[in-house]
């Protein structure tokens, strides 16, 4: 199958929600404040029926790039057989400058990656994992500079403080494509090749729409966001408070706590414990990743309180566990990445080929539930769900 079929057969697409058009354009949203809904006041019901909403995750991406830009389909970034052999003789090489591995969705990033440049015939010459330290993925950085790669894809910690240190890769000639984020003051086209992206606005709506619909939309909900300046943890924040605050007023957010890392899981604990505590009524809490997650899980468990349902983002093994068991995370919406590497790979070819590429790319989005979360294990990682997830799987 090729790999064109493969991104039309597991795509399921954003929203065509029936908001306002400004719901559309995370760059156009502000952050809303939570508003209370007095106890003695019934809120108003939702015009939004979350289960006609998710069946539209088919078409649409809502995101746009970190610059405005309007996104490109990745099915369209292909390559004849004609310039895969061009590629092929130039015994090309790259590195790849993680924000930080060993997550499931940086391995399998790298996993999509390596794929498709062994396909390419371009041999990756280094693997670096900055564990989400700014400092760290300069010195990384300056370390694969010195092996004189063709090719560097990279997502940056921090658009201001990485931001030197990717230009002297530019610079130096060496081809720059990004996951999700880039550096300030790089243009594409010019600076680097393109950025790649899930739609996390979109996933951030697709979250909201499953939230909606397991708490029937009725409850209190709290929030842990990623507390830095990181473009698609922001996307996927706003798409997740926005659809809820516009289509589900019976649904009140009644705490937020950033968190900064590296422990994200502990942040995360720390934050859900606390909200526990103060909200003995809280219905739900929303996690903006599946590392903090585990985190809310902890709490959730230390607390007694498994009546709490947990909403996130991003398919690790550890949330997929917990909806194939029909646990506390009972809903999520889901990237890409192995896609999103091969996507990378195939536009780091274009630039080897002078070919031109668009300045932004973006995948559909993908909602899981108990329901598919097998399925969507084989559409994110392309690899059949582990021994350990079926075995959960309650039917």
């Given at each position: 199958?090729?790999?064109?079929?493969?991104?039309?057969?597991?795509?399921?697409?954003?929203?065509?929600?029936?908001?306002?058009?400004?719901?559309?354009?995370?760059?156009?949203?502000?952050?809303?404040?939570?508003?209370?809904?007095?106890a003695?006041?019934?809120?108003?019901?939702?015009?939004?029926?979350?289960?006609?909403?998710?069946?539209?995750l088919?078409t649409?991406?809502?995101?746009?790039?970190p610059?405005?830009?309007?996104?490109?389909?990745?099915?369209?970034?292909?390559?004849?057989?004609?310039?895969?052999?061009?590629?092929?003789?130039?015994?090309?090489?790259?590195?790849?400058?993680?924000h930080?591995?060993?997550?499931?969705?940086?391995t399998?990033?790298?996993?999509?990656?390596?794929?498709?440049?062994?396909?390419?015939?371009?041999?990756?010459?280094a693997?670096?994992?900055?564990?989400?330290?700014?400092?760290?993925?300069?010195?990384?950085?300056?370390?694969?500079?010195?092996k004189?790669?063709?090719?560097?894809?990279?997502?940056?910690?921090?658009p201001?403080?990485?931001?030197?240190?990717?230009?002297?890769?530019?610079?130096?000639?060496?081809?720059?494509?990004?996951?999700?984020?880039?550096?300030?003051?790089?243009?594409?086209?010019?600076?680097y090749?393109?950025?790649?992206?899930?739609?996390?606005?979109?996933?951030?709506?697709?979250?909201?729409?499953?939230?909606?619909?397991?708490?029937?939309?009725?409850?209190?909900?709290?929030?842990?966001?990623?507390?830095?300046?990181?473009?698609?943890?922001?996307?996927?924040?706003?798409?997740?408070?926005?659809?809820?605050?516009?289509?589900?007023?019976?649904?009140?957010?009644v705490?937020?706590?950033?968190?900064?890392?590296p422990?994200?899981?502990?942040?995360?604990?720390?934050?859900?414990?606390?909200?526990?505590?103060?909200?003995?009524?809280?219905?739900?809490?929303?996690?903006?990743?599946?590392?903090p997650?585990?985190?809310?899980l902890?709490?959730?468990?230390?607390?007694?309180?498994?009546?709490?349902?947990?909403?996130?983002?991003?398919?690790?093994?550890?949330?997929?566990?917990?909806?194939?068991?029909?646990?506390?995370?009972?809903?999520?919406?889901?990237?890409?990445?192995?896609?999103?590497?091969?996507t990378?790979?195939?536009?780091?070819?274009?630039?080897?080929?002078?070919?031109?590429?668009?300045?932004?790319?973006?995948?559909?989005?993908?909602?899981?539930?108990?329901?598919?979360?097998?399925?969507?294990?084989?559409?994110?990682?392309h690899?059949?769900?582990?021994?350990?997830?079926?075995?959960?799987?309650?039917?």
């Open positions: 199958m090729t790999q064109h079929n493969t991104f039309a057969r597991i795509r399921f697409g954003v929203i065509a929600l029936s908001l306002v058009a400004a719901a559309c354009s995370p760059q156009a949203v502000p952050t809303i404040a939570p508003t209370a809904v007095p003695t006041s019934a809120p108003a019901a939702s015009s939004v029926d979350p289960a006609a909403a998710l069946k539209e088919e649409t991406v809502y995101s746009t790039g610059h405005g830009e309007s996104p490109a389909s990745a099915a369209d970034v292909v390559l004849t057989d004609d310039e895969v052999a061009q590629v092929k003789g130039m015994q090309a090489t790259a590195a790849i400058v993680l930080y591995g060993g997550n499931d969705w940086s399998a990033q790298v996993a999509g990656l390596q794929a498709e440049f062994a396909r390419l015939g371009i041999e990756v010459i693997v670096t994992d900055a564990n989400f330290q700014p400092q760290k993925q300069v010195s990384d950085l300056e370390t694969v500079m010195a004189n790669p063709d090719i560097i894809v990279s997502i940056p910690t921090d201001v403080a990485t931001a030197d240190a990717f230009k002297k890769a530019a610079e130096a000639g060496i081809k720059l494509v990004f996951m999700d984020n880039v550096p300030n003051d790089m243009t594409a086209g010019t600076d090749v393109s950025v790649v992206s899930a739609d996390n606005y979109g996933n951030g709506v697709a979250s909201a729409l499953i939230a909606a619909q397991k708490m029937g939309g009725q409850g209190k909900i709290g929030l842990i966001y990623h507390g830095a300046d990181f473009f698609v943890t922001k996307q996927r924040y706003d798409g997740f408070k926005k659809t809820l605050t516009d289509s589900f007023p019976g649904i009140q957010v705490a937020e706590q950033g968190i900064g890392g422990d994200f899981a502990g942040d995360a604990e720390k934050a859900a414990s606390a909200m526990l505590t103060k909200y003995p009524d809280l219905t739900a809490i929303w996690a903006v990743w599946d590392v997650a585990a985190g809310v902890a709490a959730i468990r230390s607390s007694g309180r498994t009546d709490v349902q947990v909403f996130t983002q991003d398919l690790g093994k550890d949330v997929a566990v917990e909806l194939a068991k029909n646990g506390n995370i009972v809903g999520l919406g889901a990237q890409r990445p192995f896609d999103q590497g091969v990378e790979a195939r536009l780091a070819a274009y630039a080897l080929l002078g070919k031109p590429a668009p300045a932004y790319v973006a995948l559909y989005a993908l909602p899981v539930t108990h329901e598919n979360v097998l399925e969507a294990w084989q559409a994110v990682y690899a059949d769900p582990p021994v350990d997830l079926v075995e959960a799987y309650v039917k």
